[in-house]
């Protein structure tokens, strides 16, 4: 009790009330990974409210006190905080993002159609893509449903079909791992992850099939204009089997 507390918390809710004497205060729950506790802020009200917002993560210094026999923190400081991983904050893979990753391109280097390979580098090379598809979701409440999901979920998948292609020799080896290693990269603009897995706007509209064909297809379009051709009947495979799944 009375234990000085200081860390890295987001707000999930915020809530302004009145105590019996008329004066405000702020009711608040600071969650993490690990869960959620409640807070309050009694001193500096209309400073601390103007500072700290529902949704957002915070530096939170207070102290730890007690109310109807439970714990709850007295907020006295917050600063907001806008470099953060979002792992601490919701569900992750137990898996090794990294690692994962690693594995996902050396598949990648083992295509050897030219025009498959270069479309896969076009998304499985590219760092603005990728910081999304290693962090996102295969699915909000079904499989994989966290963080780090996709890229598990994904992995998974290609894995089984290399198997399968090993087994099946009249089967195109490069491009069943490329509709594999492509079938869900409409998940990137599906969900939202943080601070809840949601569906965005076009997730919700569309759906990440036809979000997965779009971004396949306008790569296909750049490799065109590239390469100067991307074969017609590979382009429709690898859209099937986006359409398809």
């Known amino acids: 009790m009375g234990k000085e507390v200081e860390g890295e918390f987001y707000i999930s809710r915020k809530e302004v009330r009145k105590k019996k004497d008329g004066g405000p205060y702020i009711e608040l729950a600071l969650a993490d990974v690990t869960g959620s506790a409640p807070a309050v802020v009694f001193e500096d009200v209309e400073t601390l409210d103007g500072v700290i917002r529902e949704g957002n993560v915070f530096l939170i210094r207070g102290n730890v006190g007690s109310f109807n026999d439970s714990l709850q923190v007295k907020v006295v400081w917050a600063r907001a905080v806008t470099e953060y991983d979002p792992r601490d904050y919701v569900k992750s893979t137990e898996k090794d993002i990294g690692l994962m990753e690693e594995k996902l391109l050396s598949i990648v280097d083992s295509v050897l159609d030219p025009y498959l390979k270069k479309l896969l580098d ?48 009249e089967v195109n080896t490069d491009l069943l791992i490329s509709g594999a290693l492509l079938h869900d990269v409409g998940k990137t603009e599906e969900y939202g992850f943080f601070p809840m897995i949601e569906l965005t706007d076009r997730g919700r509209l569309l759906g990440h099939l036809v979000i997965g064909y779009e971004m396949v297809s306008a790569k296909i379009e750049e490799l065109r204009d590239y390469l100067g051709g991307f074969p017609e009947d590979t382009k429709m495979k690898i859209l099937h089997m986006i359409l398809s799944h």
């Open 122 to 169: 076009l998304f499985f090379r590219d760092e603005k893509f990728m910081r999304k598809f290693k962090l996102a979701p295969a699915a909000k409440k079904l499989h994989h449903a966290f963080i780090g999901g996709l890229l598990e979920h994904t992995l998974s998948v290609t894995e089984l079909a290399r198997v399968v292609a090993s087994r099946y020799k």
